[in-house]
């Protein structure tokens, strides 16, 4: 079946570090994949999504490419802040319906 | 624009009674969906409305249920509560299908079974 793999967590990083998420999947077809962002006490937000192969989703610094000959869509941004800690989730939508990873919590320290 | 509305926010709950979570959606929206997320789980996919018709429905058992109302909110009933019900329940909504555009979800319900 359909399935999201992201790296295990937390991921520490100090502020203005590089940061890298990965995220692969197995899907029949061709999904459309996301990134959603969650904060403490709160819902998911749609960080960035692409609808097909090559497409790059884009959105407060944060870029993921959807690389369909490696089934990914790694999440990066090239100098994270304090206010990025959160737990990060990758998703593939398929059939009406979101697949997420497990989630990777991020702490950006100062 | 108003985001996706859940109520209540939070509700404790005894085992073996039933509970119902409302979620309004975008103004628009017309496709809501709910998910449960638990520490263990994560995040996992119960059933997905479309103009007051059920159109996906994910694997949990039968005391999960839910229907949409002609305005598109949404609610969602469990019936004979247990412990492994405790969960963050999110509500999403979406245009359509949600493929291209992404669904918005709202802040969820916490409900606690004791």
């Known amino acids: 079946g359909n399935s999201v793999t992201q790296m295990e967590g937390p991921v520490t990083l100090s502020e203005e570090a590089f940061l890298t998420i990965n995220c692969t999947y197995t899907a029949t077809g061709y999904p459309s994949l996301f990134w959603y962002v969650q904060y403490p006490g709160e819902g998911l937000q749609l960080l960035l999504k692409?609808?097909?192969?090559?497409d790059k989703g884009s959105n407060k610094g944060f870029e993921a490419t959807y690389r369909k000959e490696t089934t990914s869509f790694h999440l990066e941004k090239g100098s994270v802040q304090v206010s990025d800690s959160a737990v990060y989730f990758c998703a593939l939508s398929q059939g009406g319906k979101l697949i997420f990873g497990q989630g990777t919590e991020l702490s950006v320290k100062p | 624009k108003a985001g996706v509305t859940q109520t209540p926010r939070y509700l404790i709950k005894t085992r073996g009674q039933q509970v119902t979570l409302s979620c309004s959606p975008i103004?628009?929206?017309?496709?809501v969906s709910w998910y449960q997320q638990t520490p263990g789980q994560g995040l996992q996919f119960l059933f997905e409305?479309?103009?007051?018709?059920?159109?996906n429905k994910g694997n949990f058992p039968g005391r999960f249920s839910g229907r949409q109302f002609s305005n598109s909110r949404s609610e969602m009933n469990v019936s004979t509560l247990e412990l492994g019900d405790s969960a963050l329940y999110l509500c999403?909504?979406?245009?359509?299908?949600?493929?291209?555009?992404?669904?918005?979800f709202g802040s969820g319900t916490r409900l606690t079974v004791v």
């Open positions: 103004s628009g929206h017309r496709s």
């Open positions: 999403a909504s979406s245009p359509g299908t949600g493929r291209d555009e992404g669904y918005t």
């Open positions: 692409a609808t097909k192969a090559d």
């Open positions: 409305y479309f103009s007051e018709t059920q159109r």
